[in-house]
């Protein structure tokens, strides 16, 4: 019963370098998201995708981007790397209206 | 903008006590109210969600709903070393496929 897997666990890039964080689910969920959490910063909203086939920008999107590859997949793509993108990154999903969201383990990234 | 508003504690209660967390939203619209509860390094889980003014009970758990007032809040009853965590609050808009709105989280305590 995975629920939602998010892979790296940890990762550590330097300034200027691109990554992809993967995340999948297999809850059937319609709905997936991505966060970062900064201490003091509470969760932010980066992207979502309400739908397959569909993305929009969350409250902090600048730096990043997004692909909803399919039902179960969607990856944060980082293209060029700062030192502010240092967090910790966490993939949600959630099903139907009203439904609360369920969280993957988190990605812990560095950018030195 | 819509903001989900939480004091960040330490919240300090004696284990067995009542510990009572609170959280106001400023969307009157919003209809669906989550609390999550993220120990320190983990992702956020859910513990309670209310859709409906009034209290809902699960175990030691009790969510409180005033939609009039714009205040839910989280009782946990006899409260034990391992209920220390932050306890995050969501809220999620009147449309019901939009992402939540966290709060920065009340940071609990419990002390043996």
């Known amino acids: 019963n995975a629920g939602v897997t998010q892979t790296p666990k940890f990762q550590v890039l330097k300034t200027g370098q691109s990554m992809t964080l993967q995340c999948a689910q297999d809850?059937?969920?319609?709905?997936m998201y991505w966060y970062r959490q900064d201490p003091g910063m509470g969760l932010r909203l980066i992207y979502y995708?309400?739908?397959?086939?569909?993305?929009d920008k969350g409250e902090v999107p600048n730096g990043y981007n997004v692909s909803r590859l399919n039902k179960r997949e969607f990856s944060l793509r980082l293209e060029s790397a700062a030192p502010s993108q240092t967090s910790v990154y966490f993939c949600?999903?959630?099903?139907?209206?009203?439904?609360?969201?369920?969280f993957g383990d988190g990605t812990r990234l560095s950018i030195l | 903008q819509k903001e989900v508003e939480q004091n960040s504690g330490p919240l300090s209660v004696p284990e067995g006590a009542i510990a009572s967390l609170n959280c106001t939203y400023s969307?009157?619209?919003?209809?669906?109210f989550f609390w999550y509860r993220q120990y320190s390094g983990k992702s956020p889980e859910l513990i309670m969600f209310?859709?409906?003014?009034g209290d809902k009970e699960d175990g030691r758990f009790t969510a409180q709903l005033n939609k009039a007032s714009q205040y839910v809040s989280l009782l946990i009853r006899d409260s034990q070393p391992s209920d220390s965590a932050t306890y995050l609050c969501?809220?999620?808009?009147?449309?019901?496929?939009?992402?939540?709105?966290f709060g920065k989280g009340t940071r609990l305590s419990v002390i043996a």
């Open positions: 809850m059937n969920h319609n709905s």
């Open positions: 969501a809220v999620m808009g009147s449309s019901g496929n939009t992402p939540l709105v």
């Open positions: 209310i859709y409906s003014n």
């Open positions: 949600a999903s959630s099903g139907q209206d009203y439904q609360p969201q369920h």
């Open positions: 969307d009157r619209g919003s209809q669906s």
């Open positions: 995708s309400a739908s397959e086939g569909t993305t």
